[in-house]
T-cell receptor
């Protein structure tokens, strides 16, 4: 089944403790993105990747890192999480412009 | 102000009623995507529109993109409780350089009472 898989689905952590949210897609898509969804602000892009080893900042990249060492994986790294990073995070992948973007199930992160 | 505005922000209807959700862009769209989201869950792709005047339907849901490619509407006929959720429109603006990025509206929360 074609899908984008995120892990974990739920995570509660403390301020400053490094964490990684994994994202994997099995559709051989070139493009992958991370979004965060917050009430009243909608979905905003954090980082995106055009292909292996090619990444760039989205609209709200501060406090996040990403890597794309393999085509199928695009992990989101929070080196020192803060409470303002409490949010619902989505990974998405697509073949690019004009093609449908498929989204993962989301990761609900709470930073206390 | 938002680049992409959705209206209404929330909608409560009785089962069987028709409804329309609008998505208005401040600039010309390259493409417009409609997604549905159950609260706290992932986004399910509904439809993609790219050509001015284009209209697509799936089951009881119809989406249209206006001729100027700045406004889209999503229409549900004879709504059912299974239609309840958050409807999101996503815009592809860049015309060749978007790298798959979508700019989203704030969403419309739809409640359907049996």
């Amino acid at each position: 089944e074609a899908q984008v898989t995120q892990n974990p689905r739920y995570l509660i952590t403390v301020t400053g403790k490094k964490l990684t949210v994994t994202c994997s897609q099995n559709m051989n898509h070139e493009y992958m993105s991370w979004y965060r969804q917050d009430p009243g602000l909608g979905l905003r892009q954090i980082y995106y990747s055009m292909n292996v080893e090619v990444t760039d900042k989205g609209d709200v990249p501060e406090g996040y890192k990403v890597s794309r060492k393999e085509k199928r994986n695009f992990p989101l790294i929070l080196e020192s999480p803060s409470p303002n990073q409490t949010s619902l995070y989505f990974c998405a992948s697509s073949f690019g412009q004009g093609r449908v973007a498929f989204f993962g199930q989301g990761t609900r992160l709470t930073v206390v | 102000s938002q680049e992409l505005e959705q209206s209404p922000q929330s909608l409560i209807v009785q089962e069987g009623k028709n409804l329309t959700i609008n998505c208005t862009s401040s600039k010309t769209l390259y493409g417009l995507y409609w997604y549905k989201q159950k609260y706290g869950e992932g986004l399910i792709f509904l439809m993609m529109l790219q050509k001015g005047g284009e209209e697509k339907s799936h089951e009881k849901i119809t989406a249209k993109l206006d001729e100027k490619k700045q406004q889209s509407s999503l229409h549900i006929t004879a709504s059912q409780p299974s239609h309840a959720g958050i409807y999101l429109c996503g815009a592809d603006y860049a015309g060749g350089t978007s790298y798959g990025k979508l700019t989203f509206g704030q969403g419309t929360i739809l409640t359907v009472h049996p």
